[in-house]
């Protein structure tokens, strides 16, 4: 985990996600998944640079079944989207920074 993205957990995802304001974006991870490790670095930059605009959270879907399966992640990496507790969009699979940001900012 790095230093900008939070760990979050079955304990803490109503806290850190569902009743933050504003947007959180979440990755829905695992340690076997070679996408998802791909993906990695750049969710982590993407939190340095939005930091103080847009909170980001990093969930691994081994650990934390019962939330995955809530919002019905088939893929992983998937990179979900929060506003004010509500689920507003999602990407799924590795994608290059430029199209996340452009959703980001799309999404503000």
């Known amino acids: 985990m790095g230093e900008n993205a939070i760990k979050v957990t079955s304990a803490t995802w109503e806290q850190e996600v569902m009743q933050a304001e504003g947007l959180v974006l979440v990755d829905f991870w695992a340690v076997w998944c070679g996408p998802c ?5 750049v969710v982590e930059e993407i939190a340095g640079e939005y930091k103080g605009k847009l909170k980001v959270a990093k969930l691994n879907t081994d650990e934390n079944p019962d939330i995955a399966s ?3 992640i088939m893929g992983i990496p998937t990179l979900m989207f929060f506003k004010n507790g509500a689920a507003v969009d999602q990407v799924v699979g590795a994608v290059p920074k430029a199209q ?3 959703k980001i900012d799309a999404l503000m």
């Not at 490790?37 to 670095?41: E, G, R, S, T």
């Open 37 to 41: 490790q791909m993906v990695a670095p």
């Open 70 to 72: 809530k919002f019905r």
């Open 100 to 102: 996340l940001k452009s």
